[in-house]
């Protein structure tokens, strides 16, 4: 059984598809906050806390921005 597209528009993504891109790209992002979190701080507990929260709320967001996108016909040929 094929995930559900967004609306009625052929060959968009599919919520499994966006799901796999925010949480790829929010592990490069999460390792790179955790980095300049420790590197300002000093400490490695704090940089886990920061990168932790961050990891929860920005996969939430872009999951948004991406559906939000899908779903603009705007800038499509």
């Known amino acids: 059984m094929e995930a559900s597209r967004v609306g009625p528009l052929r ?3 599919t919520h499994t598809r966006s799901v796999l891109k925010a949480i790829s790209w929010r592990t490069l992002g999460t390792l790179d906050t955790f980095a300049i979190s420790w590197f300002m701080t000093g400490k490695v507990v704090i ?3 920061i990168a932790g929260l961050e990891v ?16 603009t016909s705007w800038g499509r040929r």
């Open 47 to 49: 940089a886990g806390s």
């Open 56 to 71: 929860i709320t920005k996969v939430a967001w872009y999951y948004l921005h991406e559906r939000v996108w899908a779903a």
């Open 11 to 13: 060959g968009a993504e």
